[in-house]
């Protein structure tokens, strides 16, 4: 997905934000965990990542004015969804 991601943006020049090498506030959060903590810290946040993919992925899939970028939303849609289910499933059996 990565990859077909970065061609599309290509095609139609569009440059996509990359982070380098600044520190991400996600792993600022981890960073003083450890064990069971860093686990159930690590869970939460993929959770949130995930709704937040799903619901950026559902907006340009319904609202998007590109063709082929609302086709990539569309695409990917179901997968962020089942990967947003199963780290749900994960987090609430660690609860």
Sequence with gaps: ????????????GITLKSDGDKPDRKEKKLSDKSGED???AYVKLMVEDH???????????????DAEIRAF????????RDHLEQVRALKKSRD
């Design 1 to 12: 997905a990565n990859q077909e991601l970065m061609a599309l943006a290509s095609s139609k």
């Design 73 to 80: 939303a569309n695409k990917y849609l179901p997968v962020l």
């Design 38 to 40: 860093f686990d159930k």
């Design 51 to 65: 709704e937040e993919d799903v619901k950026l992925f559902e907006k340009e899939a319904k609202n998007g004015e």
